[in-house]
């Protein structure tokens, strides 16, 4: 049984401008010990999906409008306050995109961390601010104990990540989810940042739900990847399938896109054209605006996610008649 099933997931924000259909018919599970990579174009529903899970969109004017998501039995799509509380924070905790946004500026680094001890294990402060110190020091943070007494403002960018990712794994979750975490970071940092998510992974023996852009992080962080788009799935596989044989023309178009496999001197490659706007009705395959293989066929009818092969499935219509 896995240890998060959603199942035909769809958030809508109802605003006075239209109905934006933010997800759209999401479904997936995450193994114990698995990471899950999510990828696709910012406004692909990827946050969202994650964010509605855990109960953190503000309602209105977002607004669930079907689904489950199973978390080791429990329905946090429907289960009562008390009950997500018990669960966000303790068994399923997030690392945010922005970490100066995500830490309060006005509160000391030490109050933070703690708070999640404080209120789900019930500690004293004393303990709580020792194992705070002891999470620090385990994610790489030098001089731990002067050091969580300071601001965020006093760390670099870097640090603060490393922070934050302390603050997720301080109550030892069992899914983790990481929200772009090294979206704003130089390269050297990223890399370290991923090794530290693998290293606690490893330690924890958690579940990553991993979101990122980033075709390169996920091929050698995750171990399998769902690719989405205008708030759909369209291909769905592990990663190696995934990286050796893309089928929906959109994961291709992703992975021609990343810039260390271009051609030196290149023009570098892009999508054509922008992503639709899901606050208007989307007959047929959301991409086919964009897509080089589409026929009439492609906007008259919306595909359905289908498993090609054992483990791999993606909603091209053309492939799935093996015209492409």
């Given at each position: 049984?896995?240890?998060?099933?959603?199942?035909?997931?769809?958030?809508?924000?109802?605003?006075?401008?239209?109905?934006?259909?933010?997800?759209?018919?999401?479904?997936?599970?995450?193994?114990?010990?698995?990471?899950?990579?999510?990828?696709?174009?910012?406004?692909?529903?990827?946050?969202?999906?994650?964010?509605?899970?855990?109960?953190?969109?503000?309602?209105?004017?977002?607004?669930?409008?079907?689904?489950?998501?199973?978390?080791?039995?429990?329905?946090?799509?429907?289960?009562?306050?008390?009950?997500?509380?018990?669960?966000?924070?303790?068994?399923?905790?997030m690392i945010f995109q922005d970490p100066m946004t995500s830490l309060n500026p006005y509160m000391r680094i030490s109050e933070q961390l703690i708070e999640p001890l404080l209120i789900h294990e019930k500690?004293?402060?004393?303990?709580?601010?020792?194992?705070?110190?002891?999470?620090?020091?385990?994610?790489?943070?030098?001089?731990?104990?002067?050091?969580?007494?300071?601001?965020?403002?006093?760390?670099?960018?870097?640090?603060?990540?490393?922070?934050?990712?302390?603050?997720?794994?301080?109550?030892?979750?069992?899914?983790?989810?990481?929200?772009?975490?090294?979206?704003?970071?130089?390269?050297?940092?990223?890399?370290?940042?991923?090794?530290?998510?693998?290293?606690?992974?490893?330690?924890?023996?958690?579940?990553?739900?991993?979101?990122?852009?980033?075709?390169?992080?996920?091929?050698?962080?995750?171990?399998?990847?769902?690719?989405?788009?205008?708030?759909?799935?369209?291909?769905?596989?592990?990663?190696?399938?995934?990286?050796?044989?893309?089928?929906?023309?959109?994961?291709?178009?992703?992975?021609?896109?990343?810039?260390?496999?271009?051609?030196?001197?290149?023009?570098?490659?892009?999508?054509?054209?922008?992503?639709?706007?899901?606050?208007?009705?989307?007959?047929?395959?959301?991409?086919?605006?964009?897509?080089?293989?589409?026929?009439?066929?492609?906007?008259?009818?919306?595909?359905?996610?289908?498993?090609?092969?054992?483990?791999?499935?993606?909603?091209?219509?053309?492939?799935?008649?093996?015209?492409i």
């Amino acid at each position: 049984m896995p240890l998060l099933s959603v199942t035909d997931l769809r958030t809508y924000f109802h605003t006075r401008s239209g109905i934006y259909r933010a997800v759209d018919g999401v479904s997936f599970s995450v193994e114990r010990g698995e990471t899950l990579g999510i990828v696709g174009e910012s406004g692909s529903g990827k946050s969202v999906t994650c964010y509605s899970i855990i109960g953190l969109l503000p309602i209105p004017p977002a607004r669930i409008e079907s689904g489950t998501a199973f978390f080791d039995g429990t329905d946090l799509l429907h289960c009562t306050p008390a009950q997500a509380r018990a669960i966000r924070g303790k068994r399923v905790a997030m690392i945010f995109q922005d970490p100066m946004t995500s830490l309060n500026p006005y509160m000391r680094i030490s109050e933070q961390l703690i708070e999640p001890l404080l209120i789900h294990e019930k500690i004293t402060r004393h303990n709580a601010l020792a194992r705070a110190t002891a999470m620090l020091e385990s994610v790489g943070i030098n001089d731990a104990q002067k050091r969580i007494h300071l601001y965020p403002h006093e760390f670099s960018g870097g640090m603060r990540q490393r922070v934050m990712i302390a603050m997720a794994l301080i109550t030892k979750p069992e899914l983790l989810i990481a929200d772009e975490p090294t979206t704003a970071l130089d390269v050297t940092v990223q890399a370290q940042i991923l090794e530290l998510i693998k290293k606690m992974q490893r330690e924890l023996g958690m579940a990553v739900i991993f979101i990122t852009h980033d075709l390169g992080v996920v091929s050698g962080l995750c171990d399998r990847v769902q690719v989405m788009y205008a708030g759909r799935v369209v291909e769905a596989a592990d990663v190696r399938t995934l990286f050796h044989s893309p089928k929906h023309p959109y994961t291709r178009g992703l992975q021609r896109s990343i810039p260390s496999l271009q051609p030196k001197g290149a023009e570098l490659y892009t999508i054509a054209g922008l992503p639709p706007d899901v606050s208007k009705p989307l007959p047929g395959c959301a991409f086919a605006a964009r897509c080089e293989h589409a026929t009439a066929r492609c906007t008259a009818t919306t595909p359905a996610l289908i498993e090609l092969a054992s483990g791999h499935a993606q909603t091209c219509l053309r492939v799935q008649a093996g015209e492409i």
